[in-house]
T-cell receptor, first 118, second 114 residues
Framework: GAVVSQHPSWVICKSGTSVKIECRSL??????MFWYRQFPKQSLMLMAT?????????EQGVEKDKFLINHASLTLSTLTVTSAHPEDSSFYIC??????????????FGQGTRLTVV | AQSVTQLGSHVSVSEGALVLLRCNYSSSVPPYLFWYVQYPNQGLQLLLK??????LVKGINGFEAEFKKSETSFHLTKPSAHMSDAAEYFC????????????FGTGTQLKVEL
């Protein structure tokens, strides 16, 4: 199957600083990527849909100025958590969709990033 | 609007016993349905998917699921549980033209005991 790589796998940062998380599709092109947030023992909550070459579409209640998404190429989307606070500590997961072929409609997930803000 | 409901946030089975994880969906249009597994501090791995072809879908690691339109269900089964199956399982739904935005269930934690 297609491979999505997410980096870093974990990060600890000080309150008030910004953190960038990268999501790469390694062996396919992804015009659309998705960013999720997962709280402990809970399901995945879609934060935003990242569209290559255009602005991301944010879900209701997600602050677009706090969670900056850039999708500058067909293989890379980034999520930047700006001015991070302890309540932003969470597990962030990206996914990418294969556009064509037998895997169409299937989403492939990165391994996730554990963010801890201290 | 589409949604999935996973009955039972925790399921415990003995090693070698049948695994049954329940998922019911709600969708006004024909759905695509997925089961994912998540191990601690990792992303999601696709177990299997239903995309309007065969209603009985076989996936990896011996798992399978059957799409039953009349019951709006897509339950996940495995004939014989293995210790390595202990993980969190998520059912998810999307539909054609839905932009592939997945809607996830709340998850079921599977525990396998000796």
């Amino acid at each position: 199957g297609a491979v999505v790589s997410q980096h870093p796998s974990w990060v600890i940062c000080k309150s008030g600083t910004s953190v960038k998380i990268e999501c790469r599709s390694l062996d396919f092109q992804a015009t659309t990527m998705f960013w999720y947030r997962q709280f402990p023992k809970q399901s995945l909550m879609l934060m935003a849909t990242s569209n290559e070459g255009s602005k991301a579409t944010y879900e209701q209640g997600v602050e677009k100025d706090k969670f900056l998404i850039n999708h500058a190429s067909l293989t890379l989307s980034t999520l930047t958590v700006t001015s991070a606070h302890p309540e932003d500590s969470s597990f962030y997961i990206c996914s990418a969709r294969v556009n064509t072929g037998a895997s169409r409609a299937e989403a492939f997930f990165g391994q996730g990033t554990r963010l801890t803000v201290v | 609007a589409q949604s999935v409901t996973q009955l039972g946030s925790h399921v415990s089975v003995s090693e070698g016993a049948l695994v049954l994880l329940r998922c019911n969906y709600s969708s006004s249009v024909p759905p695509y349905l997925f089961w994912y597994v998540q191990y601690p501090n990792q992303g999601l791995q696709l177990l299997l998917k239903y995309t309007s072809a065969a209603t009985l879908v076989k996936g990896i690691n011996g798992f399978e699921a059957e799409f039953k339109k009349s019951e709006t269900s897509f339950h996940l089964t495995k004939p014989s549980a293995h210790m390595s199956d202990a993980a969190e399982y998520f059912c998810a739904v999307t539909f054609t033209g839905g932009g592939n935005k997945l809607t996830f269930g709340t998850g079921t934690q599977l525990k396998v005991e000796l």
